[in-house]
């Protein structure tokens, strides 16, 4: 299989005085096997890091029928589930582009 780039738009916010780069993943990445989460996961983590090392990264998608989801550290999670995701969607104004295997 040839390695294929990616762009995902990213928002990077302050919670708390932590940084936070919310990286906004393909709807249905709850569907992919866990296999092809960790992969997506680890590829964005390097990416991010190469910028910034001291990140907290949150993956925020939508599901089948726009329910938000997210992958983030337990010390996130409340605030994640309080927002929407056209809240955090409106901040994104950055990207990071992953080249998966």
Known sequence: MEPTAK???TALLDISGV???VVFVDSGFDQKTPVERRTVCGA????VEQSASTLDIV???QDAVG???FAAPPWQE?????MRYDQ?????DRAVTV???
């Not at 964005?44 to 990416?47: F, G, M, T, W």
């Not at 955090?88 to 994104?92: H, T, V």
Request: proline share 0%.
């Open 19 to 21: 940084s936070v780069e």
């Open 78 to 82: 409340r605030f994640f589930q309080a």
């Open 67 to 69: 329910r938000m989801k």
């Open 88 to 92: 955090l969607y409106a901040q994104a």
């Open 7 to 9: 762009i995902y738009r």
């Open 44 to 47: 964005l983590q390097e990416s």
């Open 59 to 61: 993956l925020v998608w």
């Open 99 to 101: 080249t998966l295997a």
